[in-house]
């Protein structure tokens, strides 16, 4: 294992529990990371996080089933929208330049961090 693949071991358990106990986290800290990877791409970047996100986000489900906490009609609604949006957003994602999906990401991180330190 070198370097890079020891490091993403850490970043993922850190942003995963992080993720799995707020909800916050796996985009905003992840793929910003993984931008820094002189070999990918930022769509592949962005490609490698929802794929590796997919199985924290599937053993974070798991515990929550087995917790009681999932309102299942809300969680039916929302499941459904998210597919939809995850077919339209990955073909977005492939005809976005470069410095389109930075900007993107760039955004949508000050965007989150705004709205994390004014609201209370």
């Not at 796996?26 to 929802?50: H, N, R, Y």
């Not at 459904?80 to 949508?108: D, N, P, Y």
Request: a positive charge.
């Amino acid at each position: 294992m070198d370097w890079i693949g020891a490091g993403l071991l850490v970043l993922g358990a850190v942003v995963g529990t992080l993720n799995a106990a707020t909800g916050v986290g796996w985009g905003i800290i992840v793929v910003p990371t993984l931008f820094l990877i002189p070999s990918l791409t930022p769509q592949q970047a962005v490609a490698v996080s929802i794929l590796a996100y997919l199985f924290n986000s599937l053993v974070a489900s798991f515990e929550n089933v087995r917790g009681g906490l999932i309102v299942w009609n809300y969680a039916v609604y929302l499941s459904i929208g998210a597919v939809v949006g995850g077919v339209v957003g990955a073909h977005l994602l492939q005809s976005f330049s470069a410095l389109t999906l930075k900007r993107i990401v760039g955004v949508a991180v000050i965007a989150a961090g705004a709205q994390l330190l004014i609201n209370r």
